[in-house]
């Protein structure tokens, strides 16, 4: 049953993605490119999904515990460290010259370029050496 | 600016929102496919791992049910019936890349959906500062390499 619902999680997830533009890195390059010819898209898709999840987390909330665990697993750190602000600065410059964030990048996967598996492979030798680093 | 390629961003965010909502409601998860991935390849968490690889399945699947259906739900810029586009760059530039998303995710705990989407959501500051800068810093990346070098991407 859980597997069940992180497929179905999972599924809904790759269809937004696709169905918004975000498996094409040009889109998300061209939201970026805020000196060039700018595309607005990815600011949309950012929009609707937290505007849609900030209304059906709340909702969600309400329960006592989700429907197939026992409680709700939230990040509870409010600190701002060297490693979020270093960590997602690193990440930015990889999105910026790919146009691939992490979603995309798998849900590409179909697409089966040389490149795109590149890009996968190394993104695990990266989470690899960031708990290398962590320890 | 092209209305239909908006409605469709704006139709798609809504779907990763119902996504997140529906990871929240049934599992009590966040959606950070970082996350969700690093701990499924790198962990295996004994009776956490199924949903992970099942989550990873989902996520492949769902553009191959739009290119089942023929192509047209895609929004891929100039070419109307394509789901997937092609990568902005060779090889070589990819592996750099994938090293610092790999690396920057990994040390910052979140990438696009966990901080962007699901920290905005939650009203996390971590996230939204975490956002702002990764945002920031890829414009500032995609201002260099395009404008200044005018390179690979």
Not at chain 1, 40 to 61: D, E, K, S
Not at chain 1, 87 to 110: D, I, N, Q
Not at chain 2, 122 to 141: K, Y
């Amino acid at each position: 049953m859980k597997a069940l619902a992180g497929y179905l999680a999972g599924l809904l997830f790759g269809l937004g993605l696709a169905i918004s533009g975000m498996t094409d890195p040009a889109r998300v390059i061209d939201f970026l490119d805020v000196a060039g010819d700018w595309d607005p898209t990815l600011m949309f898709v950012l929009g609707g999904a937290v505007v849609t999840t900030f209304i059906g987390y709340r909702l969600v909330w309400r329960r006592q515990a989700p429907l197939f665990e026992s409680r709700f697993q939230l990040p509870t750190r409010h600190d701002f460290d060297a490693r979020l602000l270093g960590g997602a600065a690193l990440f930015g410059v990889g999105w910026g010259l790919s146009g691939y964030c992490p979603g995309p990048a798998v849900a590409s996967f179909v697409g089966l370029s040389a490149p795109l598996m590149a890009m996968l492979v190394a993104m695990v030798v990266g989470w690899w050496l960031a708990r290398v680093v962590s320890r | 600016m092209d209305i239909e390629a908006s409605l469709s961003g704006l139709v798609g965010g809504i779907l990763i929102g119902l996504s997140a909502i529906w990871l929240m409601g049934s599992l009590g998860r966040i959606s950070g496919i970082s996350g969700i991935l690093s701990g499924l390849l790198l962990e295996r968490p004994r009776g956490d791992s199924a949903w992970r690889l099942a989550f990873l399945l989902g996520l492949v699947c769902g553009p191959m049910v739009l290119m089942l259906l023929g192509g047209e739900l895609g929004n891929v810029a100039g070419a109307p019936n394509e789901v997937i586009g092609a990568p902005a760059g060779g090889v070589g530039l990819m592996v750099i890349a994938g090293l610092l998303v790999g690396v920057g995710t990994g040390i910052g705990s979140g990438c696009t959906s966990g901080h962007g989407v699901c920290g905005l959501a939650r009203l996390s500051p971590r996230s939204m500062v975490a956002t702002l800068v990764f945002v920031l810093v890829a414009m500032l990346t995609v201002f260099v390499s395009r404008h200044w070098l005018g390179g690979a991407s």
